[in-house]
C-alpha cells in the first residue's frame, strides 16, 4: 500500500538521481514476502505510483520496472549509480554490493532514508494501515 514513507523513498531518489528507476514488487515477489494481510494487486499499485509520479512532475525522469526478486536490475546493470533504500532495508543495500563486488561491478552509493513516523512514533507500514491502525499519513485511527 503507498504511502508517505514510500513518497519520502521517491522524493529523496529524485532529489539526488536526475534519471530514477524504480523497483515495483511484482505480484509473486510480493506473495514470497508472507505479508498478514491482503495485496494490491501490481496493475493498482502501478497506477498510484504514476499518479504520485504525474502529480510531483517526475513522470519524465522516471523508469518503473517489475521485481521479481529482492535484487531486480541491481546485480546485471551497470548504468546505476546509487540505491535509495530505508533504514529497514539498508542491509539489503550492502549485501548488494557485496554481491556486485563479486561480480565485478562497481559498488553502489548507498542512500538512506530514515523511517517515516506515525503520530504514535512508530514506523508507517503498510501492515500498520491494512490492519487499520494508522492511515497513508501515519495518524492514528
Known amino acids: 500500500m503507498f504511502h508517505s ?3 519520502a523513498l521517491l522524493m ?9 528507476i524504480i523497483g515495483l514488487a511484482s505480484d509473486d515477489f510480493v506473495k514470497t ?14 497506477e498510484e505510483l504514476n499518479n ?11 523508469e518503473i520496472i517489475p521485481l521479481n526478486d529482492a535484487y531486480g ?6 548504468r546505476i549509480d546509487a540505491i535509495v533504500v530505508s533504514e529497514r532495508t539498508e542491509s539489503r543495500a550492502h549485501e548488494i554490493n557485496e554481491k556486485r563486488r563479486s561480480l565485478g ?4 552509493q548507498i542512500i538512506t532514508v530514515r523511517m517515516v513516523l506515525s503520530e504514535d512514533h512508530y514506523p508507517i507500514s503498510s501492515t500498520r494501515i491494512w490492519f487499520e491502525e494508522i492511515d497513508r499519513e501515519g495518524n492514528l485511527l
Open 12 to 20: 529523496k531518489a529524485f532529489e539526488v538521481g536526475t534519471r530514477v
Open 5 to 7: 514513507g514510500h513518497q
Open 73 to 78: 536490475i541491481t546485480l546485471s546493470e551497470k
Open 52 to 62: 504520485f509520479l504525474k502529480e510531483n512532475g517526475f513522470l519524465e525522469r522516471a
Open 33 to 46: 514476502m508472507r505479508k498478514p494481510h491482503r495485496i494490491v494487486p501490481y496493475v493498482k499499485r502501478l
Open 105 to 108: 561491478l562497481p559498488p553502489l
